[in-house]
């Protein structure tokens, strides 16, 4: 294994992490019942053909898990992409990566509190949402302050509490199908030639690539896993592989059995309310909120613990670099994680939450900028994987080291450029304040400079 001394840094996380622990953090990460949330939101963007979006945003991601994956190995350290683009391109260009993706990451935590404090809100409305907001980031930052191992075996629990959730939903699903209560053709969630283009494919799948978000954080916990390199990248691939099966099985069912089709692709899904209702006419109002409430806990509790998580080794890394304030680098000394940079990312959620809650849009406004700066970042990366590999260190794998980033690279652009407008506009805004701040630590004698690399 790969010393992170080699790379000018001292080892302070406690290396603990199996590669199961891997995995199980990346699949609750993604959350195998993610797409229960934005079911509509997807079916309603790709006109019913949901698998496909799905389809085409495993596409996107796969690649994207193969350039983390050769990546992992070169700089077996904290900070994602952060890292990679650091040391693979420059650390200017890693700064950039680091603050486009943190767009991402600071804002999921946030989103995941409000659609979850929203759906319990619905069923307990004695407490209002931002009192669930509070509830969950209070819960979480405890979790998350006890150590990492805490936080894996609180997931454990969450992962199987979903999984069979979904079996339930998959074989209620499959009854209804076989006594007759599919509304299209088996084949029509795949592909639908009265309403297909590649314009509408990508536009639902930067939507449905949401629920994908996630495998990348594995990366994160490069410092805290006592695996070699390869099998960290290894982890990646195999939750994000294991995601997207369960991602397009639930959602194929699904479209088959949603009811008033022709509305839902007109009208949208304005409360996210599409897949409940598909699983009231599907089982009945138990199956609806059976499914609703495992989305709330899933999302509010389970998902939010481990993207909390996943932005603390961020902000540290990038601080440890001082691209950051330095007392976001401060690691707690018996519990072993970066503790300002865990209370910090709980103060952001807890403000941006609360704020949210009391607008009519704020999950929309939310999701339409999450994406944004997760994929920027991952432009980057593959950009870092030919740069690393092909420029500097003459790698002839072209496969991994040039075709595979290229093909990543070029759907991941199509997936960017079919978002939403909106996202466009304040995504472009966060990158350049980035490099309003990049400017100024130059201006300031402060310029990124990474320890350096032993080759």
């Given at each position: 294994?790969?010393?992170?001394?080699?790379?000018?840094?001292?080892?302070?996380?406690?290396?603990?992490?199996?590669?199961?622990?891997?995995?199980?953090?990346?699949?609750?990460?993604?959350?195998?019942?993610?797409?229960?949330?934005?079911?509509?939101?997807?079916?309603?963007?790709?006109?019913?053909?949901?698998?496909?979006?799905?389809?085409?945003?495993?596409?996107?991601?796969?690649?994207?898990?193969?350039?983390?994956?050769?990546?992992?190995?070169?700089?077996?350290?904290?900070?994602?992409?952060?890292?990679?683009?650091?040391?693979?391109?420059?650390?200017?260009?890693?700064?950039?990566?680091?603050?486009?993706?943190?767009?991402?990451?600071?804002?999921?935590?946030?989103?995941?509190?409000?659609?979850?404090?929203?759906?319990?809100?619905?069923?307990?409305?004695?407490?209002?949402?931002?009192?669930?907001?509070?509830?969950?980031?209070?819960?979480?930052?405890?979790?998350?302050?006890?150590?990492?191992?805490?936080?894996?075996?609180?997931?454990?629990?969450?992962?199987?509490?979903?999984?069979?959730?979904?079996?339930?939903?998959?074989?209620?699903?499959?009854?209804?199908?076989?006594?007759?209560?599919?509304?299209?053709?088996?084949?029509?969630?795949?592909?639908?030639?009265?309403?297909?283009?590649?314009?509408?494919?990508?536009?639902?799948?930067?939507?449905?690539?949401?629920?994908?978000?996630?495998?990348?954080?594995?990366?994160?916990?490069?410092?805290?896993?006592?695996?070699?390199?390869?099998?960290?990248?290894?982890?990646?691939?195999?939750?994000?592989?294991?995601?997207?099966?369960?991602?397009?099985?639930?959602?194929w069912v699904a479209a088959l059995l949603t009811p008033d089709r022709a509305r839902l692709i007109a009208q949208g899904d304005a409360d996210g309310q599409a897949?409940?209702?598909?699983?009231?006419?599907?089982?009945?109002?138990?199956?609806?909120?059976?499914?609703?409430?495992?989305?709330?806990?899933?999302?509010?509790?389970?998902?939010?613990?481990?993207?909390?998580?996943?932005?603390?080794?961020?902000?540290?890394?990038?601080?440890?670099?001082?691209?950051?304030?330095?007392?976001?680098?401060?690691?707690?000394?018996?519990?072993?994680?970066?503790?300002?940079?865990?209370?910090?990312?709980?103060?952001?959620?807890?403000?941006?939450?609360?704020?949210?809650?009391?607008?009519?849009?704020?999950?929309?406004?939310?999701?339409?900028?999450?994406?944004?700066?997760?994929?920027?970042?991952?432009?980057?990366?593959?950009?870092?994987?030919?740069?690393?590999?092909?420029?500097?260190?003459?790698?002839?794998?072209?496969?991994?080291?040039?075709?595979?980033?290229?093909?990543?690279?070029?759907?991941?652009?199509?997936?960017?450029?079919?978002?939403?407008?909106?996202?466009?506009?304040?995504?472009?805004?966060?990158?350049?304040?980035?490099?309003?701040?990049?400017?100024?630590?130059?201006?300031?004698?402060?310029?990124?400079?990474?320890?350096?690399?032993?080759?």
């Amino acid at each position: 294994m790969s010393s992170i001394e080699e790379f000018g840094y001292r080892q302070e996380l406690q290396r603990s992490l199996s590669f199961a622990d891997l995995m199980i953090y990346g699949l609750i990460f993604m959350v195998p019942i993610a797409p229960f949330g934005i079911f509509g939101n997807v079916f309603a963007t790709s006109h019913g053909m949901v698998a496909l979006a799905y389809v085409v945003g495993l596409v996107a991601m796969a690649f994207t898990a193969l350039s983390y994956a050769q990546m992992a190995r070169a700089f077996p350290m904290a900070g994602s992409v952060y890292t990679y683009a650091g040391r693979g391109i420059a650390a200017p260009v890693g700064f950039m990566a680091g603050w486009s993706i943190l767009l991402d990451y600071l804002l999921v935590p946030s989103l995941l509190y409000l659609i979850a404090s929203v759906a319990m809100n619905t069923f307990i409305p004695v407490i209002p949402v931002w009192g669930w907001v509070v509830a969950f980031v209070v819960l979480n930052t405890v979790v998350n302050y006890l150590g990492i191992q805490m936080t894996v075996k609180i997931t454990r629990v969450m992962l199987v509490a979903e999984l069979v959730v979904l079996a339930i939903f998959l074989v209620v699903g499959g009854v209804a199908l076989a006594h007759g209560k599919a509304q299209t053709g088996a084949f029509t969630p795949f592909f639908d030639s009265s309403s297909f283009t590649w314009s509408v494919v990508f536009a639902a799948a930067s939507v449905a690539v949401l629920s994908f978000l996630g495998f990348d954080g594995i990366s994160t916990l490069a410092e805290e896993s006592r695996e070699d390199a390869r099998r960290l990248g290894r982890s990646m691939v195999a939750a994000l592989a294991l995601a997207a099966v369960l991602f397009v099985v639930q959602t194929w069912v699904a479209a088959l059995l949603t009811p008033d089709r022709a509305r839902l692709i007109a009208q949208g899904d304005a409360d996210g309310q599409a897949f409940y209702n598909t699983a009231a006419y599907a089982g009945g109002a138990w199956l609806s909120v059976l499914t609703a409430v495992a989305t709330a806990i899933a999302w509010g509790f389970a998902n939010s613990l481990v993207a909390q998580a996943a932005t603390s080794r961020l902000l540290y890394a990038m601080a440890r670099d001082r691209q950051l304030p330095a007392f976001l680098a401060k690691v707690h000394p018996k519990h072993r994680v970066p503790v300002n940079a865990t209370f910090l990312v709980a103060g952001i959620s807890l403000v941006i939450g609360i704020f949210m809650s009391t607008r009519a849009q704020g999950i929309g406004e939310l999701s339409s900028l999450v994406n944004f700066g997760a994929l920027t970042a991952f432009l980057l990366l593959h950009i870092a994987v030919v740069v690393h590999y092909v420029v500097r260190r003459r790698s002839t794998n072209y496969w991994a080291h040039l075709v595979a980033p290229a093909i990543g690279f070029a759907v991941l652009v199509a997936v960017v450029i079919n978002q939403n407008v909106a996202a466009h506009w304040v995504g472009g805004l966060w990158l350049v304040v980035g490099l309003i701040v990049l400017a100024a630590s130059y201006a300031s004698g402060r310029r990124p400079v990474l320890p350096s690399e032993v080759q």
